[in-house]
């Protein structure tokens, strides 16, 4: 399968800090990355859809100020946790997918475990 | 609301047995389905996609497929305790974007 890196793999901040998250699909051309985040014990929540060169679109719920998604590129999208508070404590792990091959199957980065104190 | 339902478990499953998990799903358009595996504290690994009716077999992992019961499921042939692990069933919208189930926690027994 594909493989989808991200940076930094543990984070630890200071509360009303901004915190910035990469996902790089290493080997393949990711046209879709999605933005995910799992409290403990608890399944995925989608955060929001990026297709590179446009705006991110995100689910109900989710501040697009405060979680902001950059996708600059075919292997590169960036989250960034501004002014993060303790309830953004969570796992956020990016997925990424090439749909002009016919392959819509999602490959998922390695997660990054966010604490905010 | 589009839902996808499975069984949280946990499924306790004796090693070297066939364990079987299961998923339905709510939307009838539906037409890609995926299983994911995901160790405590990691993130989720593609196991198995199918995309038609029948069965779809790859080493241990066979996924079944039901449209008109809208029913997948996933059976693990000679369960090893490596196996054990949350399985996650999702099924793909038309705008691609993943329904998630909860998941399945799969325990193999020594």
């Known amino acids: 399968g594909a493989v989808v890196s991200q940076h930094p793999s543990r984070v630890i901040c200071k509360s009303g800090t901004s915190v910035k998250i990469e996902c790089r699909s290493l080997?393949?051309?990711?046209?879709?990355m999605f933005w995910y985040r799992q409290f403990p014990k608890k399944s995925l929540m989608l955060m929001a859809t990026s297709n590179e060169g446009s705006k991110a679109t995100y689910e109900q719920g989710v501040e697009k100020d405060k979680f902001l998604i950059n996708h600059a590129s075919l292997t590169l999208s960036t989250l960034t946790v501004t002014s993060a508070h303790p309830e953004d404590s969570s796992f956020y792990i990016c997925?990424?997918?090439?749909?002009?091959?016919?392959?819509?199957?999602?490959?998922f980065g390695p997660g990054t475990r966010l604490t905010v104190l | 609301q589009k839902e996808v339902e499975q069984n949280s478990g946990p499924l306790s499953v004796p090693e070297g047995a066939i364990a079987s998990l299961n998923c339905t799903y709510s939307d009838r358009v539906s037409q890609s389905f995926f299983w994911y595996r995901q160790y405590s504290g990691k993130s989720p690994e593609l196991i198995m996609s199918i995309y038609s009716n029948g069965d779809k077999e790859d080493g241990r992992f066979t996924a079944q497929l039901n449209k008109a019961s809208q029913y997948v499921s996933l059976l693990i042939r000679d369960s090893q305790p490596s196996d054990s692990a949350t399985y996650l069933c999702a099924v793909e919208e038309s705008n691609y974007q993943l329904i998630w189930g909860a998941g399945t926690k799969l325990i193999i027994k020594p």
């Open positions: 997925s990424a997918t090439n749909y002009g091959q016919g392959d819509n199957e999602q490959f």
């Open positions: 080997d393949f051309q990711a046209t879709t």
